[in-house]
C-alpha cells in the first residue's frame, strides 16, 4: 500500500508546487546559480564535487547534481517538457525525496507488520512534509539530507535487526549523506557501523546457519555494496590522486585543523537540540558563549514543546515496553536495534553541535528533523499495534485521501513573478551580448554582498556557451575552471562586465543592480572611490580588491588588496590642469611594516609611495598624462606583498598588500610637491592615524 500511495502523492506534489513551473522558466540565483555551474558540469561527466562550503571548501561529491543532471538531460534537453534547466532539477529532487520516503516508509512496515502502521506512517510523513515542506520541494543543499537520513536510519536498523539484505539500501543512502555535506561522514560512519556489527552479531541466532555461511549467503548484497561504495568513493579518490596537496580533501582537513573560532559548549548543544523543531529561529541569537539568562528564558517560555521533543526520543523504548508480550521476537528484535541507533544518532548530533564554529547556523542541523521523525514513527508504531484488531478497510483509503490534501494546500505555491523566475537577468545577459562582437571571456567584477546576481549572470553565459572568469578569490563558488589567471592582462584577455548599483545608460539585473559592459566617468576635480560598505568602489575595480571573506565583510570603511596588482580602470574625463590622487590607506600586514607600492597609469610608472599605519599618500601626474588615453587604467604594484596561504584553500595564496578607504583625484595645486611622495600630514588635511 505504501509504495502505490506514495506515488499518487507524488503527483499530486509535482501536480501543485511544481506543475506551474512546466510553464514558466525558473533562473537560478545565489546558491542554486553556483550549483547549476556545477550541474552543467556533471551533465558533461566532469564534476567531481559536491557543492560549496561558506568556508571556502566543497563538500565530498556531487551525487545530488548528477540526478539533476540526468533530469536536465532528460526533461529540458531531450524531450523539452519543461522551460527551463531549474525546472528539471525541481522535479527531480521531488522524485527523489519521494523514493527515499517511499524506501523508508516500505521498510518500516514491512517489519512491523501491522496494518495501520502503512497509512498512519504515510498521515504522520504528510504531516512532517507539510510542517517543513523545503525538505521535499527544496534543491538548497543544506535541505536535500533530511530525508535521505530518515532512510539511512531505517535501513540500518533492519540490519542491525539481522537483515543483512537490506545493505545496499544503507550505502546508497549513505553515499547519497556522504557526498551532500561533509557532516554526515560522521553519522555514516558511525550509524553504519553499529547497524553491521549488530547485524552480524544476531545473525548466527536468526537463522540455522555457521558463520562461515554468512558470505556464501550473502555474496551478492556484500558486492553490490562494495561496488556501490566504490562508486560514491570514486569523486574523491580522483580529487585526491589528481591534485593531492591541492587537493579539496587537503581542504576540508585544512579548515577544520586551522579552526580557531569559538565553538558550543555541550550544554549548548543539547539545547540547541532538543529546541530545534520548535518554529522559531531564536536559537540562533540564543546560543551563544554569553547567553546565560537568555537559555533559561527561551527553556521556560517553550517547556511544554521542549518537553514533547524530549518524549518522542523514547516512542522506540516505549514500543519495546509496551508491546514486549505482544511483539515477534524479530519485531522485538527490531525495537530494541531502533534505540541503539536513536541513541548513537542523538550522541552524533550533540557532538556536531559542539563542532560547528560561529553561531549556532539553523541549516547546519536540518538533518535534526529525520532523528525527531525517525522516532516519532515509532510511536505511531505503537498506536498501529494498539488499533491493528479494530482497523476498517476503508480507513486505509481515508487516510490516503487526507494525506493528499494536506500536501495539496500545505504545498502550494504562488505564481513567480517575472523577477523571481530571473527574466530581467536574461533579457539583461541577452541585451548585453548581442551589442558586443567580442570573443573574449567575460570577467565578472561584483561586490561580495552582490555575489548572488553575479552568479545567476555566469548560470545565463555558460549556458549559452559563453566562458566567465572571476578573481582568483572567488573560485571557490565559481570552479577552478573560471579563475582568471594570474599572468593575463584582465583588460586584454577577457571583456570587462561590472555588476554594480543601477545608473543611467546600462541594462538593470534587479531592482537596484545593473549590468556595466563600459568603465564608469571619472572627473579629475574631485572624484572618489569610496571603498566604504555601500560604496562605489566596484564600478571601477578591475582585480585585486577584496570586500571581506564569503560570510562577512573587513573591517568597517575599508577593503583589503589581495593581489600583488591592483587594477582599476575609468573614463578619464579631460583634465585642464594637472592632477593629484591620493590614496587614504594602511599596510594590511599584521604587524604593520611599512608597505611600498608603484603607481602606474595605463601602463607608466608615475610614482612611488609607502605607508603604514592609516595615512594619506599621493602622486601627481602631469595634465598630458592624465589625458593620453580616455580608457584609463589605474594600478597599483605591490612588490613586497606577502603570501597569505588559506588553509582551507590549498590551490589559492592571496598577497597582502594594502587596506584602502578612498582613492580621491583633484587639481595638483602645491606648487613644490614631487611626484611619487609621502604627503605630509599637514598637507594631507590631517594627522596621520
Same mark, same amino acid.
Given at each position: 500500500?505504501? %509504495? ?5 502523492l ?5 501536480a501543485?508546487?511544481? !506543475?506551474?513551473?512546466?510553464?514558466? %522558466?525558473?533562473?537560478?540565483?545565489? /546558491? ?7 550541474i552543467?558540469d556533471?551533465?558533461?561527466l #566532469? ?22 543532471a ?15 534547466p531549474?525546472?528539471? *532539477?525541481?522535479i527531480?529532487i &521531488? ?16 517489519r512491523?507488520s501491522w ?16 510542517w ?5 520541494v527544496?534543491?538548497?543543499?543544506? #535541505?536535500?539530507i ?11 536498523t ?18 547519497f549523506?556522504?557526498? =551532500?555535506?561533509?557532516?554526515q561522514?560522521?553519522?555514516?560512519v ?20 555457521p ?8 555474496? !551478492?548484497?556484500?558486492?553490490?555494496s562494495?561496488m +556501490? ?11 585526491v ?10 581542504a +576540508? ?39 546565560? %539568562? ?34 515477534? @521476537? ?10 541503539v541507533l ?19 547556523? #539553523?541549516?547546519n542541523?536540518v ?8 522516532? @516519532? ?11 491493528? *484488531? ?6 486505509? &483509503? ?14 502550494? =505555491? #504562488?505564481? @513567480? ?14 541585451a548585453?551580448?548581442?551589442?558586443? *562582437? ?13 555575489w ?32 582568471? %589567471? ?9 571583456e ?27 572627473d579629475?576635480d !574631485? @572624484?572618489?572611490?569610496d571603498?566604504?560598505?555601500? =560604496? ?12 571581506g /571573506? ?14 600583488r596588482h ?12 594637472d ?6 590607506a ?7 611594516a ?5 603607481v ?33 587604467t ?10 597569505l ?8 595564496t592571496?598577497? &597582502?598588500?594594502?587596506?584602502l578607504?578612498? +582613492? ?11 611626484? !611619487? ?12 592615524q
Amino acid at each position: 500500500m505504501a %509504495p502505490a500511495a506514495f506515488i499518487v502523492l507524488v503527483a499530486v506534489v509535482i501536480a501543485v508546487r511544481i !506543475g506551474p513551473l512546466f510553464r514558466a %522558466p525558473l533562473l537560478e540565483e545565489g /546558491d542554486s546559480a553556483v550549483n547549476a555551474l556545477q550541474i552543467d558540469d556533471a551533465k558533461h561527466l #566532469h564534476e567531481i564535487y559536491g557543492n560549496y562550503s561558506r568556508y571556502e571548501f566543497h563538500h565530498p561529491g556531487p551525487a545530488f547534481f548528477y540526478v539533476y543532471a540526468a533530469a536536465e538531460a532528460l526533461l529540458f534537453d531531450a524531450l523539452h517538457v519543461v522551460p527551463s534547466p531549474g525546472n528539471a *532539477h525541481l522535479i527531480a529532487i &521531488i522524485c527523489l525525496q519521494s523514493a527515499f520516503l517511499t524506501a523508508a516508509l516500505w521498510l518500516l512496515v514491512t517489519r512491523l507488520s501491522w496494518r495501520p502502521l502503512a497509512p498512519l506512517g504515510l498521515l504522520g510523513a504528510t504531516l512532517w512534509l507539510r510542517w517543513c515542506p523545503e525538505l521535499m520541494v527544496s534543491v538548497w543543499p543544506p #535541505h536535500v539530507i533530511a530525508i535521505p537520513f530518515l532512510c539511512f536510519l531505517v535501513a540500518c536498523t533492519c540490519v542491525a535487526a539481522g537483515d543483512i539484505g537490506v545493505l545496499p539500501v544503507v550505502v546508497v543512502a549513505g553515499g547519497f549523506l556522504f557526498h =551532500g555535506h561533509v557532516a554526515q561522514s560522521l553519522f555514516v560512519v558511525t550509524i553504519g557501523a553499529t547497524a553491521i556489527a549488530l547485524g552480524l552479531r544476531v545473525r548466527p541466532t536468526t537463522e540455522a546457519e555457521p558463520n562461515n555461511a554468512l558470505w556464501a549467503t550473502y555474496r !551478492g548484497t556484500f558486492l553490490w555494496s562494495g561496488m +556501490i561504495a566504490l562508486f560514491f568513493a570514486l569523486p574523491l579518490l580522483v580529487d585526491v590522486i589528481a591534485l593531492g596537496s591541492r587537493s579539496n580533501l587537503a581542504a +576540508i582537513f585544512g579548515r577544520f585543523s586551522a579552526n580557531l573560532e569559538q565553538r558550543a559548549s555541550f550544554r549548548q548543544s543539547i539545547l540547541f537540540f532538543v529546541t530545534f523543531p520548535i518554529a522559531s529561529r531564536e536559537q540562533d541569537a540564543m546560543l551563544t558563549a554569553n547567553a546565560g %539568562p537568555a537559555m533559561g528564558y527561551f527553556a521556560r517560555q517553550h517547556w511544554i514543546a521542549i518537553a514533547a521533543s524530549v518524549a518522542i526520543l523514547f516512542a522506540p523504548s516505549a514500543l519495546r515496553v509496551v508491546g514486549r508480550r505482544r511483539m515477534s @521476537a524479530d519485531e522485538r528484535r527490531f525495537a530494541t536495534s531502533a534505540q541503539v541507533l536513536l541513541a548513537v544518532a542523538v550522541l552524533d548530533c550533540l557532538v556536531w553541535g559542539m563542532a560547528q564554529t560561529g553561531a549556532v547556523r #539553523h541549516y547546519n542541523g536540518v538533518s535534526y528533523y529525520a532523528v525527531y521523525f525517525y522516532a @516519532a514513527l515509532f510511536g505511531l508504531a505503537i498506536a498501529a499495534r494498539a488499533l491493528a *484488531h479494530r482497523w476498517r478497510e476503508g480507513a486505509d &483509503i481515508g487516510i490516503a485521501g487526507l494525506s493528499a490534501m494536506i500536501l495539496a494546500f500545505g504545498l502550494h =505555491g #504562488h505564481p @513567480a513573478s517575472a523577477a523571481e523566475r530571473g527574466l530581467p537577468i536574461q533579457r539583461a545577459v541577452d541585451a548585453a551580448l548581442a551589442e558586443t *562582437h567580442n570573443q573574449a571571456p567575460k570577467l565578472l567584477v561584483v561586490a561580495r554582498s552582490n555575489w548572488p546576481i553575479a552568479a545567476a549572470v555566469a548560470v545565463e553565459l555558460q549556458r549559452r556557451g559563453v566562458d566567465f572568469v572571476v578573481s582568483d578569490w572567488w573560485s571557490f563558488m565559481f570552479q577552478r575552471q573560471h579563475r582568471l %589567471p594570474r599572468v593575463a592582462t584582465p583588460m586584454q584577455s577577457a571583456e570587462t562586465w561590472w555588476i554594480a548599483p543601477s545608473g543611467d545608460g546600462e541594462v538593470n539585473l534587479t531592482s537596484g543592480l545593473a549590468l556595466y559592459r563600459q568603465p564608469a566617468p571619472l572627473d579629475p576635480d !574631485g @572624484a572618489r572611490i569610496d571603498f566604504t560598505t555601500g =560604496g562605489n568602489a566596484f564600478r571601477y575595480v578591475v582585480t585585486g580588491i577584496q570586500d571581506g /571573506d564569503f560570510m562577512t565583510p573587513t573591517a568597517a570603511g575599508n577593503m583589503t588588496t589581495n593581489e600583488r596588482h591592483v587594477r582599476f580602470r575609468f573614463v578619464a574625463q579631460r583634465a585642464s590642469h594637472d592632477v593629484k590622487i591620493t590614496f587614504v590607506a594602511a599596510s594590511a600586514l599584521d604587524d604593520h611594516a611599512l608597505m611600498p607600492a608603484r603607481v602606474r597609469l595605463n601602463g607608466e610608472e608615475v610614482g612611488r609611495v609607502a605607508v603604514q599605519n592609516r595615512t594619506e599618500v599621493a602622486v601627481r601626474l602631469t595634465r598630458k598624462q592624465w589625458n593620453r588615453l580616455a580608457d584609463a587604467t589605474l594600478e597599483l604594484y605591490f612588490p613586497d606583498a606577502r603570501p597569505l596561504r588559506v588553509s582551507a584553500r590549498p590551490d589559492y595564496t592571496g598577497w &597582502i598588500g594594502w587596506r584602502l578607504w578612498s +582613492i580621491r583625484f583633484e587639481p595638483s595645486v602645491t606648487p613644490g610637491e614631487s611626484a !611619487g611622495r609621502v604627503t605630509p600630514p599637514d598637507l594631507a588635511g590631517g594627522r596621520a592615524q
